[in-house]
């Protein structure tokens, strides 16, 4: 494993959205959504393209707090522009389970 100092961290955001929408990506290459995160008032709404389809529903993740890098540059991918990348882990099955903040706490809050 390649090791990083602590300054390469911090360039990093990794800031804490809501899901506020997700629909699917009917033109993904592979199974997808399209959500939409809230920030918070800092940094507002930020859309993503996430392959989580095996594991969650659209009606699942409206609501669900996420962790995501918001200072990557917007991506091309398809016909969508993403700005965020949403946050997870793959299983034992290769299925992305995301990465989730345990309790409330405030849009746009920064991981440390």
Known sequence: MQQIEWQDFTKVELRVGRIIAATPFAKARKPAYQLQVDFGPELGIKKSSAQLTALYTPEDLVNKLVVAV?????KQIGP??????????????????????EHEVPLGTRLL
């Open 70 to 74: 918001v200072n990557f540059p917007p």
């Open 80 to 101: 969508f522009m993403s700005e965020c990348l949403v946050t997870g882990f793959h299983n034992a099955n290769g299925e992305v389970s995301l990465c989730i903040p």
